[in-house]
C-alpha cells in the first residue's frame, strides 16, 4: 500500500517520531544527547519551527513541534538529521544509515490532544520501566516544563502558558497533569495516528483538515474522536 503524504499546516502542532534503523540504538553516551538537541536547536530557529515538547530514547525520539510553514517541519528533520547522523557515523567510525527510512508525524488537534501529546512524549522513559518518574529522565523536556529548567530549544505552546499566570502556577498545574496513569484509549490513539500519518483529534478537527488539505484524515469506515461509540468500542478489543 502507497505511504500516505504528510500533513503540514502553519500553526498546527504535528507529534514526530524518529527512529533508529532495525531498532539499533541512536545514542550511547551524554555527548551523542547533548549533540541531538543542539542539532535539533539549530534546525528549529533556522526554519522557524517552536519545539513544545521531547524525548530521547535510546533508539528513537519523540518530538511535539508547530511549524510557522508549510516546509519548516521537514526542512528542520532534514537538517538536522543530516548533521547528527554525520556526527555519529565520524564519532563511532561506521557509515551507512542510522535513521529507519522517514520519521512519521500527525498533526495534533491542540483543543484536544495537546497536553495529552506532551505527557505522552515525557512519559516515555516511565512506561520503558527506564525510571520511576518523568523527573527521574534526563533527556525529556519535562525537566523544562515541570520543574523550570532552562531549556533553550523549548518553546512553551499558547495552551501550555495558559496553565498559569506564572511559571510557577503553570509548573505545578503540569505537574499535575502526570498524575495517574494515561488511559489505554489515548495511547492507542497517539500511536495509531503517529504511526498511520492519520489526523490525531476530533470529527470536527479531523474535517476541518481534509477541506484544507483535500487528503483522507481517517481511515474509511472507523471514527478515531475518543467520544465515538465506534472508537471505544474498538479500544476494548
Not at 554525520?86 to 563511532?92: A, G, H, L, S, V
Request: glycine share 6%.
Amino acid at each position: 500500500m502507497a505511504r500516505l503524504p504528510r500533513l503540514y499546516l502553519p500553526g498546527c502542532s504535528q507529534h514526530i517520531i524518529q527512529r533508529g534503523n532495525n531498532r539499533e540504538p541512536c545514542f550511547f553516551n551524554e555527548a551523542d544527547y547533548k549533540a541531538y538537541l543542539s542539532f535539533l536547536k539549530d534546525a528549529a530557529e533556522k526554519y522557524r519551527v517552536a519545539v513544545h515538547a521531547f524525548v530521547l530514547m535510546t533508539n528513537h525520539v519523540h518530538l511535539l513541534v508547530t511549524p510557522s510553514d508549510e516546509h519548516g517541519v521537514s526542512r528542520m528533520m532534514q537538517a538536522q538529521g543530516r548533521k547528527y547522523v554525520q556526527y555519529f557515523n565520524y564519532t563511532y567510525a561506521r557509515t551507512g544509515t542510522l535513521w529507519e527510512g522517514r520519521y512519521k508525524s500527525t498533526l495534533v488537534d491542540a483543543e484536544n490532544y495537546l497536553l495529552t501529546v506532551y505527557r505522552y512524549i515525557e512519559l516515555n522513559p516511565v512506561r520503558a520501566g527506564m525510571v520511576v518518574h518523568a523527573s527521574e529522565y534526563p533527556w525529556s523536556s519535562y525537566q523544562g516544563n515541570a520543574l523550570g529548567k532552562s531549556i533553550q530549544l523549548l518553546t512553551p505552546h499558547e495552551l501550555y502558558i495558559q496553565l498559569g499566570k506564572a511559571d510557577e502556577e503553570r509548573q505545578s498545574a503540569y505537574r499535575a497533569l502526570f498524575r495517574g496513569r494515561m488511559p489505554e484509549r489515548d495511547l492507542t490513539a497517539i500511536r495509531e495516528a503517529t504511526n498511520k500519518a492519520w489526523v490525531l483529534g476530533s470529527d470536527r478537527f479531523r474535517a476541518q483538515i481534509e477541506a484544507k488539505t483535500g487528503r483522507r484524515s481517517a481511515p474509511l469506515g472507523r471514527g478515531g474522536d475518543r467520544k465515538s461509540a465506534v472508537f471505544r468500542e474498538n479500544q476494548n478489543q
